[in-house]
């Protein structure tokens, strides 16, 4: 079948690509703008690597004691709070370099519930188990023909933004994208349960353990590091993450491997472990449906992020939001970390630039595939800030859509006035 006769389903103002954290926050600012407005999910749940990978804990919403995020993101955390899925931590408390104790620890169920809500008060329509396939542009009419579970339908758009954390919908148009040459491991968040820590001696670990290794039972990438490997698992009451090194995470076969890989590791820690006097009776009492992803693909945008303007807390001219987190690279053949704090006084911007694939007329994108380079990437794709960049993507999408203009022309004050207006906190140049 040609592309022009897959029968046209619907058409939005702003289609939205991916319900992560910046997908989410961007269909709800632009529907709240008055966009017809729609978000497309390849799953069946909201929330992205907070919800289907475990990773619940986002951040960073405040600097050195001051917020610096706040708008839509923060509205879904304050709601998740009042329902009881979450907890704040004092703000005003200074963490130094453990900057994880500002992270605030959401329930995946009422987090994902509390977003789904707020799409649905906005207007959204929700589209879960739907899934991009190619996109037809023919003079002003743009299709994007998505697969479902009926088969392939057409969906008209004024403006899309990609929020797929992959650009995928960024190589879909065309648009130029980059990659390391390394990638950071994935990881698996999982937790067990049932054992008896009193009960297990951890010489007796220690020696299973070096056999197993030793038989490539089980591999030095699959605990985190210890001197006791595997003891630390334990301790932690069964809370607990391995990395899958050496993956990618942006294609669905490359994907797959990746979830095939993390559930084989978490298979060889039980079955190690589950040898061992005091864990006789211990199982699987939660494992993410997905491996999450750090790193994968990056726009190559009209401006670039780079460790140097992320570093150095660069004002861009053309900022609609702040990021604030540590350089954070896990390295792709081991289990450590490289980390490095931001300087006292240093709160980095987002330029608006950056959400833009160069060239771009109708595509934004929002979240961890911005444009930057590997290094700053490692920061501003936490959660609190693709919150914020998601926020500004909804903002200028909704613009754009209604003056019929490109992306590229929006004009950034009216942009910056409106993510006022919605509570985003957007720096002054
Ligand atoms: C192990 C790990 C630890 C981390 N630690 C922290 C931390 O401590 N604090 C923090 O704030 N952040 C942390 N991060 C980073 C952060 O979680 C992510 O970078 C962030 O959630 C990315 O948000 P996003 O909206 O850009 O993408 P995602 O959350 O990945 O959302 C993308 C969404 O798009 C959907 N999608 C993807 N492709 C398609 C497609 N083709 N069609 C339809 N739907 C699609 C996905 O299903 C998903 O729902 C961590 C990440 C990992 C992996």
Redesign the pocket.
């Known amino acids: 079948m040609w592309m022009r006769e897959i029968p046209l389903s619907d058409s939005y103002d702003v289609l939205v690509?991916?319900?992560?954290?910046?997908?989410?926050?961007a269909a709800i600012q632009a529907a709240r703008a008055g966009a017809r407005t729609a978000l497309?999910?390849?799953?069946s749940?909201?929330?992205?690597?907070?919800?289907?990978?475990a990773?619940d804990?986002?951040?960073?919403f405040h600097a050195q004691g001051k917020q610096v995020i706040a708008g839509i993101g923060w509205e879904a955390i304050e709601r998740t709070v009042a329902k009881g899925g979450a907890a704040l931590p004092d703000f005003s408390i200074s963490v130094g370099e453990r900057h994880?104790e500002h992270?605030v620890r959401v329930n995946k169920f009422v987090y994902s519930t509390v977003i789904e809500e707020m799409c649905l008060e906005a207007g959204v329509i929700l589209r879960y188990h739907?899934?991009?396939a190619a996109i037809f542009v023919e003079g002003d009419e743009r299709r994007l023909i998505?697969a479902g579970k009926a088969g392939l339908m057409a969906i008209g758009f004024s403006k899309l933004i990609d929020?797929?954390?992959?650009a995928?919908?960024t190589e879909m148009m065309g648009y130029a994208r980059e990659k390391g040459e390394t990638l950071?491991p994935?990881?698996l968040?999982y937790k067990l349960a049932g054992y008896e820590l009193d009960q297990v001696d951890e010489d007796k670990l220690r020696e299973l353990y070096h056999k197993a290794l030793q038989a490539g039972e089980i591999k030095e990438t699959d605990h985190l590091p210890g001197d006791t490997p595997l003891f630390r698992e334990l301790r932690s009451r069964g809370s607990s993450?391995l990395h899958i090194t050496g993956i990618d995470g942006s294609t669905s076969m490359s994907k797959t491997h990746a979830e095939i890989e993390a559930r084989k590791a978490l298979m060889r820690i039980y079955t190690l472990l589950k040898s061992i006097p005091g864990c006789e009776n211990l199982y699987v009492d939660f494992f993410a449906n997905?491996?999450?992803?750090?790193?994968t693909w990056r726009i190559i945008g009209e401006e670039h992020i780079d460790a140097n303007s992320y570093l150095s807390g660069h004002l861009w001219p053309d900022a609609i939001g702040y990021s604030y987190?540590p350089i954070?690279i896990?390295k792709h053949d081991s289990n450590t970390t490289d980390v490095r704090p931001l300087a006292e006084g240093v709160v980095p911007t987002i330029p608006y630039g950056a959400l833009i694939p160069r060239g771009s007329e109708h595509l934004l994108v929002?979240?961890?595939?911005a444009a930057g380079d590997q290094v700053a990437h490692s920061a501003y794709?936490?959660?609190?800030?693709?919150?914020a960049?998601?926020q500004a993507a909804g903002a200028a999408a909704a613009i754009a859509a209604r003056h019929d203009i490109s992306v590229r022309h929006v004009d950034i004050e009216e942009v910056r006035q409106l993510l006022r207006e919605h509570k985003a906190i957007v720096p002054t140049l």
């Open positions: 690509v991916g319900g992560g954290s910046a997908g989410a926050t497309i999910e390849k799953n749940i909201l929330g992205g690597t907070t919800v289907v990978a990773v804990f986002p951040g960073l994880w992270q739907e899934i991009p998505t929020a797929t954390g992959d995928n919908m950071q994935g990881t968040v993450s997905e491996c999450g992803i750090r790193e987190y954070d896990h929002a979240g961890r595939c794709r936490v959660q609190a800030s693709c919150m960049m998601g």
